[in-house]
């Protein structure tokens, strides 16, 4: 009876081989075309994922480019426009300066600054109603007339 257990364990392990051997050639050949076919179209996606995730890597590495030139010239912008702003500070405090200046000034010299503005506007009104005089008298241009309206003109 032993004998009769031992040769049946044996066979078990043996009987289960055959039958899995068995069963791997019982497959159709259609199905093992279909698994090549699923397989091959398998390897070709992978392929072409793995270029896609190359260009997206380079396209990756090129937007990590731009943005540090980006902050680079950001960087840049920002210290000219507060350089800009000192400066147009600057500018306002000596128009300040200068017209408080200015105020000090015409405040010190009082009615002297009135007189000497008229001083100085008295020749040009007083050649320009001259020489309308002079235009209404003779009805007609003389040549020296012309000559200094034409230079009165010109500056």
Same mark, same amino acid.
């Given at each position: ?49 793995? /270029? ?16 540090? /030139? ?28 200068? &017209? ?36 209404? &008298? ?18």
């Amino acid at each position: 009876m032993l004998r009769a257990l031992q040769g049946a364990g044996c066979r078990l392990p043996i009987l289960t081989v055959l039958a899995l051997v068995a069963g791997c050639t019982m497959v159709p050949r259609s199905q093992v075309a279909d698994c090549q076919r699923a397989q091959q179209t398998l390897r070709t996606e992978n392929a072409r994922l793995k /270029d896609q995730v190359l260009v997206y890597q380079t396209q990756n590495r090129d937007y990590a480019d731009r943005a540090v /030139d980006d902050s680079r010239r950001l960087a840049a912008q920002d210290e000219t426009i507060n350089q800009l702003q000192k400066t147009n500070i600057a500018y306002r405090n000596d128009i300040s300066r200068l &017209e408080a200046a200015y105020k000090q000034l015409t405040a010190n010299l009082g009615d002297f600054a009135t007189s000497t503005a008229d001083a100085r506007a008295w020749p040009r009104t007083s050649g320009r109603s001259a020489s309308a005089a002079n235009k209404k &008298e003779s009805g007609s241009r003389s040549p020296s007339s012309s000559g200094s309206d034409d230079a009165a003109r010109i500056r």
